[in-house]
T-cell receptor, first 112, second 113 residues
């Protein structure tokens, strides 16, 4: 059983399109995150939700909108995709009262 | 703000060589420190962690000691294997409640047979 799963694994789309990436964790964790990894492998936090409540919202264009329908899911919707959005997006989760995070396999987004 | 600095790679070693990947950090308070590993085409896996000064994290032959006086958390392994080839990330988690990880830029390790 995959602990943190993301769909799709690969996403190729054209500029201007709107797309969503989904994340699910079956670990019973209460906090979920989205990170962006650029072409140089640098990882940066984008958003974090705790029990469906947004707690971290870094300086990210408002074309990016996270949604957490329940504490096991955190989706990322991106409007009007741009070339610079091409990256690998990682979802992660962490259990209540603990700081280590568990990562999904990543979604490689390519905008052409 | 918080930051993590890692040595630039790639680091290329022969099998059974000794590995050190340097990591230093800047943070307010007393962060927790982590090493994550990313194998080709995969997500990040937690390798080890340390939550307070002088703690030593260890896993799969890798070790790192939380040194507050030098603000460092260097990763070491006595004898690397080809299967250790991956990108290694040093990270910290601040204790201010945000629980987000601040990552270093990653160090690619290539182990040759």
């Amino acid at each position: 059983d995959t602990a943190v799963s993301q769909t799709p694994k690969y996403l190729v789309t054209q500029m201007g399109n709107d797309k969503s990436i989904k994340c699910e964790q079956n670990l019973g964790h209460d906090t979920m995150y989205w990170y962006k990894q650029d072409s140089k492998k640098f990882l940066k936090i984008m958003f974090s939700y705790n029990n469906k409540e947004l707690i971290i919202n870094e300086t990210v264009p408002n074309r990016f909108s996270p949604k957490s329908p329940d504490k096991a899911h955190l989706n990322l919707h991106i409007n009007s995709l741009e070339l610079g959005d091409s990256a690998v997006y990682f979802c992660a989760s962490s259990p209540a009262g603990r700081i280590e995070q568990y990562f999904g396999p990543g979604t490689r987004l390519t905008v052409t | 703000g918080n930051s993590v600095t890692q040595m630039e790679g790639p680091v290329t070693l022969s099998e059974e060589a000794f590995l050190t990947i340097n990591c230093t950090y800047t943070a307010t308070g007393y962060p927790s420190l982590f090493w994550y590993v990313q194998y080709p085409g995969e997500g990040l896996q937690l390798l080890l962690k340390a939550t307070k000064a002088d703690d030593k994290g260890s896993n799969k032959g890798f070790e790192a000691t939380y040194r507050k006086e030098t603000t460092s958390f260097h990763l070491e392994k006595g004898s690397v294997q080809v299967s250790d080839s991956a990108v290694y990330f040093c990270a910290l988690s601040d204790q201010a409640g945000r629980r987000a990880l601040t990552f270093g830029s990653g160090t690619r390790l290539q182990v040759q047979p």
